[in-house]
């Protein structure tokens, strides 16, 4: 835990000293990056066997609660991309 808090505070003082830089790219390199963590995550419960064994005890409440959290993840970054992006088209 205190790698991952670490690592989350460098990137701030990082991102903090090079705020005036315009860095192209990033957006591109952010989103490879969560792609590949997702298929990685698929990878590694795909190939625990416990959790592939014991997959269908886990529910149909399981279920609804992973497809709530899903859907609620994406209306809310739907949100977020029209109120950062949304101004930014009618400032132009």
């Given amino acids: 835990m205190f790698t991952v808090i670490s690592i989350m505070i460098g990137g701030i003082a990082l991102g903090f000293l090079l705020r005036k830089q315009r860095m192209t ?43 709530a959290c899903v859907l609620g993840s994406c209306v809310c970054a739907w949100g977020l991309w029209k109120v950062l992006y949304g101004r930014k088209g009618a400032e132009q």
């Fill in 25 to 67: 790219g990033v957006h591109r390199v952010i989103t490879a990056l969560i792609w590949l963590l997702l298929f990685l995550l698929g990878t590694e419960v795909g190939g625990n066997r416990r959790i592939m064994e014991n997959l269908h005890t886990l529910g149909v409440e399981a279920v609804v609660i992973t497809l």
